[in-house]
């Protein structure tokens, strides 16, 4: 990898504006894929000729083909047909899948023999407890057994699959599922808020335990002073201090009041209080409820944890009180106090106070970084804004050997045909083992064929899970800038800066033009069917109904237009229309009700709503960079907050420091997850 410059960006951003509109409409690499595609419609509905599927026996989809045909008709398959199937196409992970459809027809046709001869270990519940009962049914019960059985009913606190009940009926007959692990179960359910499980797991324990158990389980559905009269025992307390934290979250008043009478009648001991109080005071806080300074002094120092100190320092800041926050910042840990976030508020706060020299050199730390705040300690001290890019440039030899890949000629070839889900299991096979370096070029690649969100959910963290904050530098492949064109043409149609509509791309889809939330919200701006036809209408573009905001040039068009109305609503100020884009109007009028006269940057660290504030800082941050993306300079985030435009000549420049503070990859897609 090498620094990227902005010469190497502007040509980038040349072959961009040509790209593909999306992957369903880029012109097939391989002239069969329309043929595959048309195939696994017909197979998934048993029609598929044997002739057709032999045609493209050798394509590398041919494993989806014959699996998509197999499922169809699998409640009348045989176990050679299947076995052949698993042997034909060993390892990949089409296998895998039907081997799970073909181990839930066993269980259902309760065929016991061919499922132990099938079955070869899952992480499903269901799975397993199917395991459990071929074994029982063909006389395999012994000790290994017990212990499967008894491991599966200690593993998680979540209800599981009724194919459990006879297993764990015939553990219990076999007087293995004791008292001492049905209260286990009890505990963990209790820890977990799952009142349902606890009473499903009590069931068998001896009468005068049930009766405790069942009034355990009501206590946490619902806590009451009835607890006070319980056994002073661990698992009381245990089970007190889970119903009264679980209350704390939707009534921190009620939690607070139950907690000075069942606390002493139970003898709580100090970390039970302070588990307690901790979440009083966090979700009294977090609504800015009456109190809020009150309780959080109550919670002992040894129950703060990292959200708690930040939100001592977000209370102290809604009520102006810039002392008790620098206190609070104080209070964190070295490695939370050096974050930008609080480097940089610490600075604002301490040059509020007169400490100019003080909030300087906090300002220039914060600056090193790039991040929204650094980006804003940039801006206190007139800075050039600091990204140090890295640009992949493999040989040409590792890119074909990737691209060659097999698992991965399948995920990208899946993902061409629109079968994302199955493109998915491919890829994760794909760069299963593969190194750095190779994973950065499948991401590449995955780019190259519009698969955009492979950047978002791949780089960042190594192979073993542990962060790989270099990977974060790899701007170009983490900051697309498909329609690059369209984005500058609404953008100027409307008014509004282009490299905020890419920055609501960016956020909102990853650039997939296909994307589609759980409430419905659909295409690379994420927009509602309800607004994109209200929009449509407004500005006399054809609708055909909620799949036209999959089409990327008019969801650009519509979502454009859609943030001029938030920015109209709320008087030309970016950083109130982007909450509003993400929560709502309602919401962002009544936090503006609550604090009219804070300064953008501590408005939006005072938001309670911990999506919209992160949303707010992370599409501001994008915005500098897509600025970057364009053309090398950025507005200055201080005047994009406010709506203004910066004229060329006064925009801000870029610059990689020497020896960066920390990490010089922006934290904006901390959280984002698949």
Request: charged share 25%; net charge neutral.
């Amino acid at each position: 990898m090498r620094i990227l410059s902005r010469w190497t960006t502007r040509w980038l951003l040349i072959g961009l504006l040509a790209a593909p509109l999306s992957a369903s409409a880029a012109t097939f690499d391989d002239p069969r894929l329309p043929n595959v595609r048309d195939a696994l419609e017909i197979a998934e509905q048993g029609r598929l000729d044997p002739r057709t599927l032999q045609g493209l026996a050798d394509h590398p989809l041919a494993s989806w083909i014959e699996y998509a045909q197999l499922k169809h008709d699998l409640a009348y398959a045989s176990p050679e047909q299947v076995r052949a199937y698993l042997n034909r196409y060993l390892g990949q992970p089409a296998t895998r899948l039907l081997r799970d459809a073909w181990l839930q027809q066993l269980d259902r046709r309760q065929d016991w023999p061919n499922f132990r001869t099938f079955y070869a270990g899952s992480d499903k519940p269901a799975l397993q407890c199917g395991d459990l009962a071929a074994r029982l049914a063909t006389g395999a019960v012994d000790a290994t057994w017990d212990s499967d059985a008894i491991a599966l009913w200690s593993s998680t606190s979540a209800s599981l699959p009724g194919d459990c009940d006879a297993p764990f009926a015939a553990l219990a007959n076999r007087g293995k599922l004791t008292s001492d692990l049905r209260w286990k179960r009890i505990e963990l359910a209790a820890d977990a808020g799952n009142d349902a499980v606890m009473r499903a797991s009590a069931r068998g324990l001896p009468a005068s335990d049930f009766a405790q158990a069942m009034s355990y389980a009501a206590f946490i559905d619902s806590p009451s002073m009835s607890a006070s009269a319980w056994p002073k025992t661990d698992r009381s307390r245990r089970i007190a201090a889970d119903g009264l934290e679980r209350m704390a979250h939707r009534n921190p008043s009620g939690a607070e009041q139950m907690l000075s009478s069942i606390g002493p009648a139970l003898q709580l001991n100090a970390a039970q209080r302070g588990q307690v109080l901790y979440d009083v005071a966090l979700w009294t806080v977090a609504s800015y409820l009456p109190g809020s300074a009150a309780r959080l002094a109550a919670v002992p120092k040894s129950s703060y944890d990292v959200r708690l100190h930040e939100w001592h320092v977000r209370e102290a800041m809604s009520r102006g009180d810039d002392a008790t926050a620098l206190r609070a910042i104080a209070a964190m840990d070295t490695v939370q106090r050096n974050d930008p976030r609080w480097q940089y508020f610490a600075a604002r706060m301490r040059e509020r106070a007169g400490d100019t020299a003080g909030a300087k050199a906090l300002y220039a730390q914060a600056a090193r970084t790039a991040t929204f705040h650094g980006f804003l300690a940039a801006d206190r001290l007139n800075l050039p804004y600091a990204i140090c890019a890295l640009e992949l440039q493999p040989s040409r030899n590792d890119s074909a050997r990737i691209a060659a890949n097999p698992a991965l000629v399948r995920a990208l070839d899946l993902f061409r045909i629109d079968r994302t889900s199955w493109a998915l299991v491919e890829w994760k096979q794909a760069i299963t083992g593969m190194s750095d370096n190779e994973r950065q070029i499948a991401v590449s690649l995955a780019q190259d064929a519009g698969w955009y969100d492979r950047a978002l959910f791949t780089l960042g963290k190594h192979a073993d899970g542990t962060p790989a904050p270099d990977e974060l530098r790899l701007y170009s492949l983490r900051f697309p800038l498909n329609h690059a064109r369209n984005v500058q043409d609404e953008a100027q149609r409307n008014g509004i800066d282009r490299a905020w509509v890419a920055a609501e791309i960016r956020a909102e889809s990853g650039w997939m033009p296909n994307a589609r939330s759980s409430a419905d919200a659909r295409g690379l701006m994420q927009l509602l069917p309800s607004t994109g036809a209200k929009v449509a209408r407004a500005l006399g573009v054809a609708w055909s109904g909620p799949d036209t905001l999959s089409q990327p040039l008019t969801n650009i068009t519509l979502g454009a237009a859609y943030l001029r109305q938030m920015l109209d609503r709320f008087d030309g100020k970016t950083y109130l229309a982007i909450g509003a884009y993400n929560a709502g109007s309602a919401p962002v009028q009544r936090w503006l009700a609550q604090r009219p006269t804070f300064d953008p940057d501590f408005w939006i660290e005072t938001v309670s709503y911990k999506e919209t504030r992160e949303y707010i800082a992370r599409v501001l941050a994008f915005s500098v960079i897509y600025d970057w993306r364009f053309d090398g300079r950025a507005t200055p985030l201080s005047d994009r907050m406010l709506g203004r435009i910066t004229p060329v000549t006064q925009r801000r420049g870029f610059v990689c420091p020497s020896n960066p503070n920390g990490s010089t990859a922006d934290d904006s897609d901390a959280g984002e997850t698949q």
